[in-house]
């Protein structure tokens, strides 16, 4: 390459290295072990000495590629792919903090998360505190060295919220606390939160990274020392993905920059029209001016990424009866598919939380998510155009 560091939609492709003979696409290795000549040679790898493959459990070559490619988008030394994006948060959690030590979370973090926090940490001995999203690196801050690790989201679901990732990351390192970002809504497309000084970035790559909605998987990624740690950990606990995962995993970031593009096209395109619709009460997005954290979001994010919520000037049927009027969006949970999806928080990821808790959230009864995906956005527009004009 001549020295000139490749940009990011060649290593969506190709990752750092061109193919220079043999398939032309990662062959998918559907072993679960490895043969090996002799003992010698067995012994040298299951120690590490030869870097062999030996159990899939621990490494396997269509895994390792794309582990690669992520390590070259996100700009870290090493990435783990696992077999969803819960494993990825409780490898790295148990890979890295001990019964007796603390976590800081900010408020805003994905449901799953938070019961993984909550409910099964406490059993080992780790307590999750958690701070204000806004202010969440004043927190890091203040908390000096009482934590071993700080959790933070952003953009966050689903209000769109925007945490300052170099703030966080600079009150991490202050305070000697390991700092870790989920970035599944922000892609390393539109964020590269490690360049920021983040140590390990954790994506749900079921979402933007597979982009098909047709895998489970999960991603670490962070430098040598602390991958190693979390390698270890992953070896036992198992939570690794299966060499067909990987192979759609590759498959389909080699989309992931153009997609990329079009969702923030499209999502951009659809906030810009529905802000001045008066049956439209909010629009949470982070690339329109008055988000409150748009200075933020322009600092740190390329695009402003395809996730938008709406909340409509309406009660929660018809809320209902405006999503179950979209014809284009479907009506499923998840996101970062092609395909564009639309679903109500408060009837699914924050289904039965009080009102008042739902407010301070800045979320309503007709707070709809939107999952904007890459069909024509006039067609999309149209689509919530129609349903607005049925049910509003
Ligand atoms: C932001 C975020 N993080 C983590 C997860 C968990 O990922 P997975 O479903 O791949 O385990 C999700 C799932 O929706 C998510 O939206």
Redesign the pocket.
Known sequence: MNGKKRSPSTLCVQGTEAQKAGPAVVPIVQTSTFVFEDQMDMLDSVTGKSGKHVYTRWSNPTTRSVEAKISSLEGTDDTLAL???????STAIIGLVKGGERILASES?????VHFFDEVLPKYGVQVDYADTDDFHDHVMASGAKYKLCFF?TP??PTLKIVDIEKVADAARATGTISMI?S??GTPINQKPHDLGVDIV??????YLGGHSDI???TLSGSKEIMSKIRSAAKLLGGTMDPFAAFLLDRGIKTLSVRVEQHNLNASYLAEKMVKDSRVRRVHYPGLPEHPNHSVAKKQMRGFGGMLSVELDCDLEAAKSFVDSLDIFLNA????GVESLASIPALT?HYGLEPEVLTEMGISESTIRLSVGIEDPSDLLLDLMTALDKTC
Do not use: P, Q
Not at 83 to 89: F, L, P
Not at 109 to 113: H, K, L, M, P
Not at 202 to 207: E, R
């Open positions: 077999s969803s994006g819960m494993a990825a948060i973090i994905y449901g799953g998360t989201e966050t679901n989920d599944t809504f954790m994506h749900s790559a079921t979402k489970i998987a999960g949970v998840s996101l970062g990821t």
